[in-house]
């Protein structure tokens, strides 16, 4: 395949046929605010149950546990459950391409996900061992990426090219609003972890109903399911960057950016705490989410709905990464509450753009659309891999290599990066 051809011609074996199933067509008929709306909830209580342990909790959790290990305690947790996402979130989705249940595709899973991560973070509120917490954060991963697999590919699914920025932008407000939720919850429950994972599994469990009955997830027929075959299905989570590019450089340039990211963010209370040696490091978090938050959503929603009025992705995906990287000198350099909250806002300003625009590009290099939640897993792979790597990166800086500084700056030359990378994609402008 030429580097100018669609993704899903017609020459791709796993392309679809011209004549094939509605439900696997290319849509043209844009979404409705009721469905976006649904898509955004799910977004914000999936978010809030991730970040709400990861930001606070957790490390909540560890200091209980073992306070003189809290760092690798966190980073033992959470590097887990993102192993397990990696594997969890293209699996779901590629279950969710062959199912073919009268309530949808996405849906089913959606909801299993749901109630899946929250029975476990109601485990994970009681857990008073380090392994247990293991088990349990794993469990919630799970679940999640479950639902968010499914939620995910629905977006290709259902939303025309020209409204996927704006829909991105959106999805990203979720995100962030989620993400600002957990901080909240962090801060009112006062060090009471244990409210504080209820208080996630609530909000995750109710997020993902008004999505359940106004899904829009049209049944796949019978018929269009391929046979099962374990090793074809096996095989099909290797998508080759020689073959597929631009897919190829899309995920390189997601992963490099979501390492920068989550270096910054994944000690966020040990640096309040330890550093700046600010009296309230829960609230801090949440004064700095906050800031965050309200930037990525104000850059996101215009951000996303920008690109689609010119047709042009690439452009603001190297300028918000390159902001991106910019947050993380300046966390580096200026170790102050001063410089923590301009840190934060660029990082905001830089990741709502992000979010919205490079959502849009990856589903228009996505190779088949008989596989779309297959392959926006393997994308999403992109967003859990960092959870692995990050902390893992900052546990080496912050004990080995010379500290904050180090980390920082670290995380803004990896996320430097995905702006370099993201030239390499010729298929979209």
């Not at 920025?165 to 009471?192: D, E, H, K, R």
């Not at 923590?340 to 190779?367: E, K």
Request: aromatic share 10%; glycine share 10%; hydrophobic share 55%.
């Amino acid at each position: 395949m030429s580097l100018s051809d669609s993704p899903a011609s017609a020459q791709d074996p796993g392309a679809v046929p011209s004549g094939g199933p509605s439900v696997l067509d290319e849509p043209t008929v844009k979404v409705t605010p009721r469905w976006i709306t649904g898509l955004v909830l799910v977004n914000v209580g999936i978010n809030a149950a991730f970040f709400g342990p990861i930001n606070v909790f957790i490390g909540q959790q560890a200091i209980g546990i073992d306070p003189a290990n809290k760092e690798a305690i966190l980073s033992l947790v959470t590097g887990c459950g993102a192993a397990v996402s990696l594997v969890a979130n293209p699996l779901f989705g590629a279950l969710s391409d062959r199912t073919v249940s009268g309530f949808g595709r996405r849906a089913p899973w959606v909801l299993a996900g749901a109630v899946l991560a929250t029975a476990a973070l109601l485990a994970m509120s009681g857990a008073g061992a380090v392994a247990l917490m293991v088990l349990f954060w794993c469990l919630v991963q799970l679940g999640a990426n479950a639902a968010y697999a499914s939620i995910t590919a629905a977006v290709p699914d259902r939303v025309p090219v020209l409204q996927r920025g704006g829909v991105g932008g959106l999805a990203a407000m979720g995100q962030t609003a989620g993400i600002l939720l957990g901080a909240v919850f962090g801060a009112v429950v006062s060090g009471n972890y244990m409210v504080g994972y209820w208080l996630c599994a609530g909000a995750l469990l109710f997020s993902v109903l008004p999505y359940l009955f106004h899904r829009n997830d049209p049944p796949l027929p019978r018929e269009a399911r391929e046979p099962f075959h374990l090793a074809t299905f096996a095989r099909g989570f290797w998508i080759s960057p020689v073959r597929y590019p631009d897919f190829a450089w899309a995920w390189l340039t997601r992963f490099l950016v979501n390492v920068g990211n989550q270096m910054t963010i994944v000690y966020l209370l040990f640096f309040l705490r330890d550093v700046i040696k600010h009296d309230d490091p829960a609230l801090g978090v949440l004064i700095l989410t906050g800031i965050y938050a309200v930037m990525v959503m104000v850059t996101a929603v215009l951000a996303g709905p920008w690109s689609d009025r010119t047709g042009k992705r690439k452009p603001f995906v190297i300028g918000s990464s390159a902001t991106i990287a910019c947050a993380g000198l300046i966390m580096a350099f200026f170790p102050v509450w001063t410089g923590a909250l301009v840190g934060a806002a660029v990082l905001g300003i830089g990741f709502g753009a992000y979010l919205a625009v490079d959502f849009a590009l990856l589903t228009q290099v996505l190779p088949h659309a008989i596989s779309r939640g297959k392959d926006m897993g393997v994308i999403n792979v992109a967003n859990s891999l960092p959870q692995v790597f990050a902390p893992m990166l900052a546990f080496l800086s912050i004990t080995f290599l010379g500290g904050y500084v180090t980390l920082f700056t670290t995380a803004a030359v990896i996320g430097l990066l995905g702006a370099v990378f993201v030239v390499k994609i010729k298929s979209v402008a």
